[in-house]
């Protein structure tokens, strides 16, 4: 017999009592000690005419088994266990299936660059209140999902806090692991120079940290070993998987140049020593060769941009097996305006950076640096653009599918999960194409090419399916 009592709420939050408490009874049908239970497993049965596995050769009629998260069989069509499809399960016939995309290097500071709310964007993390970019990044983050995109690095931005309601159903989104705030040396690319500097230490200085205040700025000003330690530390602690410090110049800042290293190499040892210590990466901002190698030499996991390597960057970046991540497509787009419509100081450090950038990048392809591939964009963004330019520079087609997949978790360390390949034990986040990307990259950037999307085993985009796929917005209650 069952017996249906009052629904309670797995926890409430009372201002009375100081604070979120759980309530006795669990929510949901209470049951006599003599019910048992046993929990479904979901069976979801993929065929497909080519499989491409993002490591390896692609295979042609092949089939995928997944059971609930986890990918739990892979193989020809005609030995499909049948363990699986005697029991009750769910079918699909996809054209061509691959792993779902990573996108290495996002900014989760609003939801598209066509957003029309946007506002400054060289001033705007900081004048934009964060539920406003939170409201954009909702979008954003659907968008990207709907595009195959399955998980997202992202590189300072608010994907510590949209990573959490994404996680626990709230909105739709791909899986988000973030740096939280990145971390800037004062006068440093993180650093907002036409404001004033006690206004920008108010709101970004790691000394300035103040009650009721959880540290959700994009950027960190630090100063001193010290400081470097306790910001690392304060980003672990909102929820950062990775830390991000920039260790030169940039493009998009006001006053700092893209050739000069910033940070110590004391403080950069520092960063990257607290971060391995508690079980994370550090990723780098790099411009400059002189930024280049100290950030490589004191150890980081990642180079982001790298625009001014030369053979010794390349040679002890292969020593060291350090990821690149080149972020291309960006500085195309940017010198495709010819310099209209952005800030004159953008215009010619663009410029400066794109003299070597490709070649640089072009280096690392042909002599084998592990490359994982982001956009420098938003969420919202078209990011399949980055593979594009991942064979323009030099890669095969198969070669940029792979960095856009398999090499993914590399770019996390010890926090990735088993993803971005189609193998067994791996998480089942696995996307269905219409066209074949093994003969031409481009068809990724088209949404409607992207037919199906499964993230942890759950259809988010196919035939028949809503808007927010498997997961409901409405509680049972509603």
């Known amino acids: 017999?069952?017996?249906?009592?009052?629904?309670?709420?797995?926890?409430m939050y009372s201002?009375?009592?100081?604070g979120t408490f759980k309530p006795k009874y669990p929510f949901n049908t209470l049951q006599d000690d003599n019910t048992n239970v046993e929990k479904k497993v979901t069976i979801t049965v993929i065929k497909t005419g080519l499989l491409i596995p993002g490591d390896g050769e692609p295979v042609k009629d092949a089939?995928?088994?997944?059971?609930?998260?986890?990918?739990?069989?892979?193989?020809?069509?005609?030995?499909?266990?049948?363990?699986?499809?005697?029991?009750?399960?769910?079918?699909?016939?996809?054209?061509?299936?691959?792993?779902?995309?990573?996108?290495?290097?996002?900014?989760?500071?609003?939801?598209?660059?066509?957003?029309?709310?946007?506002?400054?964007?060289?001033?705007?993390?900081?004048?934009?209140?964060?539920?406003?970019?939170?409201?954009?990044?909702t979008r954003g983050c659907w968008m990207a999902l709907q595009r195959g995109y399955t998980s997202m690095r992202d590189v300072a931005g608010l994907g510590c806090e949209i990573s959490k309601v994404i996680e626990e159903g709230t909105i739709v989104g791909p899986n988000v692991y973030s740096s939280g705030s990145c971390l800037s040396q004062t006068a440093g690319h993180g650093d907002v120079f036409s404001m004033p500097a006690g206004d920008v230490l108010l709101n970004l200085?790691?000394?300035?940290?103040?009650?009721?205040?959880?540290?959700?700025?994009?950027?960190?000003?630090?100063?001193g070993v010290d400081e470097c330690r306790r910001a690392a530390r304060l980003q672990i602690r909102r929820g950062?998987?990775?830390?991000?410090?920039?260790?030169?110049?940039?493009?998009?800042?006001l006053s700092d140049n893209p050739m000069y290293a910033q940070f110590s190499p004391e403080e950069l040892k520092v960063i990257v020593e607290e971060a391995t210590r508690m079980g994370r990466v550090v990723a780098a901002h790099v411009h400059g060769k002189p930024?280049?190698?100290?950030?490589?030499?004191?150890?980081?996991t990642t180079v982001e941009h790298v625009s001014f390597a030369d053979q010794e960057c390349i040679d002890l970046m292969k020593k060291k097996g350090t990821v690149y991540v080149a972020t291309r497509a960006v500085m195309d787009m940017l010198l495709g305006t010819g310099g209209e419509g952005i800030p004159k100081h953008v215009w010619e450090k663009a410029k400066l950076c794109a003299e070597n950038h490709l070649v640089a990048y072009q280096m690392a392809i042909k002599q084998g640096i592990p490359i994982a591939l982001g956009t420098d964009t938003a969420p919202g963004f078209?990011?399949?653009?980055e593979i594009e330019a991942a064979v323009k520079a030099?890669?095969?087609?198969?070669?940029?599918?792979?960095?856009?997949?398999?090499?993914?978790?590399?770019?996390?360390?010890?926090?990735?999960?088993?993803s971005g390949q189609l193998k067994v034990g791996y998480e089942a986040d696995v996307i269905g194409l219409l066209e074949n990307p093994v003969e031409d990259v481009r068809v990724l950037q088209k949404a409607a090419n992207i037919g199906w999307v499964w993230k942890g085993g759950k259809i988010f985009k196919g035939p028949g399916v809503g808007p927010w796929g498997e997961s409901s917005w409405l509680d049972e209650s509603w």
């Open 1 to 11: 017999m069952t017996r249906r009592l009052v629904e309670r709420p797995a926890q």
């Open 205 to 223: 200085g790691v000394s300035q940290i103040r009650p009721g205040h959880f540290g959700t700025s994009v950027s960190m000003l630090v100063d």
């Open 63 to 137: 089939a995928l088994v997944m059971a609930d998260k986890l990918i739990a069989w892979i193989g020809p069509q005609s030995e499909i266990p049948s363990e699986y499809t005697d029991s009750p399960h769910r079918s699909h016939a996809v054209p061509y299936l691959m792993p779902g995309l990573w996108e290495c290097h996002a900014h989760f500071m609003f939801g598209s660059p066509s957003d029309a709310g946007n506002k400054d964007p060289y001033i705007g993390f900081i004048t934009d209140h964060p539920s406003e970019s939170g409201a954009r990044l």
């Open 15 to 18: 201002s009375t009592l100081g």
């Open 291 to 300: 930024g280049i190698m100290a950030a490589v030499e004191a150890g980081v």
């Open 240 to 253: 950062a998987k990775f830390i991000k410090v920039l260790a030169s110049g940039g493009v998009m800042s």
């Open 382 to 385: 078209n990011m399949a653009i």
């Open 394 to 418: 030099g890669m095969s087609n198969l070669e940029a599918l792979k960095a856009a997949t398999a090499n993914g978790p590399l770019s996390i360390g010890l926090q990735a999960p088993k």
